[in-house]
């Protein structure tokens, strides 16, 4: 929820320990993002969710202050599970050089997309995105919520600790 | 064992895939203080690790069905595999057989 003291133009961490957690903010979903949220401190990164950020007049600035909040990092994590706001922040990822974004969708199957095509249930539009952005988006299904965090701690281990190439110093 | 001549962020490295992957690591871990810890047993182990975060999933699948020398010579080959990474394999002369 909205904090009075969060505020989006004084944000924590630097761009390059900035990560956005982004999904559905539904009241159904919302706990996993808080969920992440812990995981994304615990690894010695800021996390970011967007609706925790004050907006002096909701019904205009949700668009653009989440995008704003989105250009300050410079990781993301999202729960892609539902379709949701946070299709219009996937689209701009490259736009705003994020340099890795997780993407966690739920399933049972144990064999993941895109070797399992019917594992992942989203829009085809998501799935050419991350398929012609495939270096820089990561999908990862998980069963349980512990999953997603696992798989979120793995993501971030690996991008520490990733000082080589481009990703080199994150 | 295999013996690789490796490129590696405009240096040129010979030798067989624990050697090879060694330097790598030290290079690497001059400005990252997690990899300056590791034994290259733990950075070959990290290296495979983090694969599924930089490598595609059909490529990454098809390189797990792939037998290699040691682990070693897997790591070092996701590694040159991973995009980012800057380091690629120019040659490789496969272990001589009795």
């Known amino acids: ?170 | 064992m295999a013996n690789y001549t490796v490129f590696n962020q405009g240096t040129i490295l010979n030798g067989e895939a624990q050697d090879v992957l060694e330097r790598i690591r030290k290079s690497a871990g001059a400005e990252n203080e997690e990899i300056a810890r590791m034994s290259v047993d733990e950075y070959a182990t990290a290296l495979l690790e983090d694969a599924p975060y930089f490598l595609e999933a059909r490529l990454l699948d098809a390189m797990q069905k792939q037998s290699f020398d040691s682990e070693y010579d897997r790591a070092l080959t996701y590694l040159a595999q991973m995009p980012t990474s800057g380091v690629r394999i120019i040659s490789l002369q496969a272990a001589q057989t009795a």
């Open chain 1, 1 to 170: 929820m909205a904090s009075v003291y969060n505020n989006p133009w004084v944000l924590s961490g630097t761009h390059r320990n900035r990560v956005f957690v982004g999904g559905s903010y539904a009241a159904s979903q919302r706990s996993l993002l808080d969920r992440l949220r812990v995981v994304v401190d615990a690894e010695r990164f800021i996390p970011i969710i967007a609706d925790e950020y004050p907006l002096p007049q909701p019904d205009r600035d949700i668009h653009d202050v989440t995008l704003f909040l989105l250009h300050a990092c410079k990781l993301a994590v999202f729960e892609c599970s539902t379709l949701s706001g946070a299709l219009m922040e996937i689209e701009r990822l490259a736009d705003y050089g994020i340099q890795r974004a997780l993407l966690l969708y739920q399933s049972q199957s144990t064999i993941a997309w895109p070797l399992n095509p019917t594992s992942w249930r989203t829009s085809q539009m998501l799935k050419s995105l991350v398929t012609e952005q495939e270096s820089r988006l990561v999908v990862r299904p998980y069963f349980r919520v512990r999953d997603a965090e696992a798989e979120t701690r793995r993501f971030l281990k690996a991008v520490r600790r990733s000082s080589y190439g481009k990703l080199h110093s994150l």
